[in-house]
């Protein structure tokens, strides 16, 4: 059984974060998806759902979890 986990720098922090890619949340730039770390996803759930009145967007359990490969 194998597991994998990117790492790579959050495009908000620019700190050094692994996750897994079919979860992470993420924000497109220059239109490609950048990944976002749990900070980061939390304050844009703040600067553009909640200050909207909008519901925040759930982080997925297994964002920064290893994703099993088959």
Do not use: F
Not at 31 to 54: D, F, K, S, T, Y
């Amino acid at each position: 059984m194998t597991y994998s986990l990117i790492h790579s720098e959050c495009i908000g922090c620019q700190r050094l974060i692994s996750y897994n890619a079919d979860h992470v949340p993420s924000i497109v730039v220059e239109g490609q998806r950048e990944p976002l770390c749990e900070a980061c996803h939390g304050e844009w759930n703040q600067i553009h759902r909640v200050a909207h009145g909008l519901e925040p967007i759930p982080l997925h359990p297994n964002a920064y979890a290893p994703k099993k490969e088959d």
